[in-house]
């Protein structure tokens, strides 16, 4: 009983640099409260785009989780009944755009202990672009 009630326990992140934006903390960092778990920033202005982030991530995940499906569950019935693989690279197309509008594919906020968060959205963004193009091209060369 005693390890349940430590768990629930509110943790602070033991981190050397900003959640949001990735650079090093000053000494009296601005906190932000993530469920249960308090992080660092550098700034109120990063406090502020954590927390943004936060409200629009808990709005669009979902969606974002429903179009990766969804295309998976097409490109799946394509490739086993062995149909037109042009809906195949629409719906990749489609994911790409996905990530590109809904840059949220992180289901664990501590994830951003190792990245920030711009750099998830950077990196997130520069994939989308990458398979709605390459989905693009296939769609256009098929």
């Known amino acids: 009983m005693a390890s349940i009630a430590k768990k629930r326990v509110k943790e602070k992140a033991d981190l050397k640099t900003c959640v949001y934006c990735g650079r090093v903390l000053p000494e009296k960092p601005v906190e932000v409260k ?5 992080f ?16 629009l991530d808990k ?31 629409i719906m990749q197309v489609a994911v790409g755009i996905a990530f590109v509008i809904w840059p949220y594919p992180v289901s664990i906020f501590t994830t951003f202990q190792n990245n920030s ?3 998830i959205v950077k ?6 672009i990458i398979l709605a193009v390459f989905g693009a091209i296939l769609l256009l060369f098929s």
């Open 59 to 89: 709005r669009f995940k979902l969606p974002l989780y429903i179009v990766i499906m969804v295309a998976a569950i097409v490109t799946l019935i394509i490739a086993i009944s062995g149909g037109n693989m042009n809906y195949s690279y």
């Open 34 to 38: 993530v469920k249960t778990t308090t």
């Open 123 to 128: 990196v997130t963004r520069v994939v989308g």
């Open 117 to 119: 968060i711009q750099f």
């Open 40 to 55: 660092n920033v550098c700034s109120d202005e990063c406090r502020l785009e954590t927390e943004r982030y936060l409200a």
